[in-house]
T-cell receptor, first 115, second 112 residues
Framework: NAGVMQNPRHLVRRRGQEARLRCSPMKGHSHVYWYRQLPEEGLKFMVYLQKENIIDESGMPKERFSAEFPKEGPSILRIQQVVRGDSAAYFC?????????????FGSGTRLTVV | DAKTTQPNSMESNEEEPVHLPCNHSTISGTDYIHWYRQLPSQGPEYVIHGLTSNVNNRMASLAIAEDRKSSTLILHRATLRDAAVYYCILLISSGSARQLTFGSGTQLTVLP
């Protein structure tokens, strides 16, 4: 029973390149959440998706960031034209339903370094 | 989500119980209390959650005050592997789009 799978674990990009982070939720989970954790800071919510729908993107930066969760395949967090300030750990979580009666299961994260 | 207040850090000795407090004086009747922890270099991990009654699971116990304005996460026998940041989070039960809002949590240090 695999948990939430994120890949790659570590990603190095030069300034101006694109970063694609992948998240496969737990089997049977249809709700996906992305969080970002800057060095020495707390976790900040970015976006909440269900299959083919963005439910809440209130935490997403207005530019360069996008997320999708297609009908087939993993959820993708895409960062275009990366800058040094995008260096952070990006965590994905999934749940079976709306949160009150379910916990989140988090992945191990993708650590993005922009050089 | 309503705000919670936790101590920045706590220490415990190995194999002793640990009581991690959380104040949530603005909690409403339908807010759930969730606890997560984050070990170094790992993603957060669900620990426990509850509404009104005390809850127990294999990881911990959650004691909720009668007025619900505070709660305590109890680790019955701390181990070195319990050293982590512990987050107390309130979650509103109404509405369809909900996500956890993490505060700064309590850094638990377990001493051998």
């Amino acid at each position: 029973n695999a948990g939430v799978m994120q890949n790659p674990r570590h990603l190095v990009r030069r300034r101006g390149q694109e970063a694609r982070l992948r998240c496969s939720p737990m089997k049977g989970h249809s709700h996906v959440y992305w969080y970002r954790q800057l060095p020495e800071e707390g976790l900040k919510f970015m976006v909440y998706l269900q299959k083919e729908n963005i439910i809440d993107e209130s935490g997403m930066p207005k530019e360069r960031f996008s997320a999708e969760f297609p009908k087939e395949g993993p959820s993708i967090l895409r960062i275009q034209q990366v800058v040094r300030g995008d260096s952070a750990a990006y965590f994905c979580a999934s749940s079976a339903g709306v949160l009150t009666n379910y916990g989140y299961t988090f992945g191990s994260g993708t650590r993005l370094t922009v050089v | 989500d309503a705000k919670t207040t936790q101590p920045n850090s706590m220490e415990s000795n190995e194999e002793e119980p640990v009581h991690l407090p959380c104040n949530h004086s603005t909690i409403s009747g339908t807010d759930y209390i969730h606890w997560y922890r984050q070990l170094p270099s790992q993603g957060p991990e669900y620990v426990i959650h509850g509404l009104t009654s005390n809850v127990n699971n294999r990881m911990a116990s959650l004691a909720i005050a009668e007025d619900r304005k505070s709660s305590t996460l109890i680790l019955h026998r701390a181990t070195l592997r319990d050293a982590a940041v512990y987050y107390c989070i309130l979650l509103i039960s109404s509405g369809s789009a909900r996500q956890l809002t993490f505060g700064s949590g309590t850094q638990l240090t377990v001493l051998p």
